[in-house]
């Protein structure tokens, strides 16, 4: 068995909205981030972030299990740190996870969020 995460957001909505805001709203980030995340917690009743994607892969026993990591180097829906976090979790793993890593900076019909691997 295996899995194929394309443009995924490993760090959640959290991540997502620190994410977007960190460029343009530098050093108050954090603040922002916690109203926006609070708020789009209260009205959509706590069911926010209800799993943290990342920590649940981390734990994990076996057998290797084949991954592959896809988005576009140049996505600006989804940042790419989003993906670097996942190949950083895989890649140390090796005794659960063997990572395949495709990141070329290539649209999708015209669209930056996601490439499609069966354009190549």
């Not at 909505?13 to 609070?38: N, Q």
């Not at 988005?71 to 140390?92: C, H, K, N, R, W």
């Not at 649209?107 to 969020?113: E, F, I, L, V, W």
Request: hydrophobic share 45%; aromatic share 12%.
């Amino acid at each position: 068995p295996g899995a194929w995460f394309d443009s995924a957001p490993f760090a959640g909505l959290r991540g997502m909205i620190d994410a977007a805001l960190r460029p343009v709203a530098g050093s108050l980030t954090p603040i922002a981030t916690s109203i926006i995340h609070f708020w789009a917690a209260t009205f959509g009743g706590d069911r926010v972030d209800y799993y943290d994607v990342l920590k649940l892969l981390e734990s994990c026993s076996g057998p290797t299990r084949h991954v592959a990591v896809s988005q576009s180097s140049i996505d600006t829906l989804v940042p790419t740190s989003e993906a670097g976090a996942a190949m950083v979790l895989f890649s140390g793993l090796p005794v659960c996870y063997k990572l395949f890593a495709f990141t070329p900076p290539e649209y999708c019909n015209g669209a930056d969020h996601h490439q499609e691997m069966w354009e190549f």
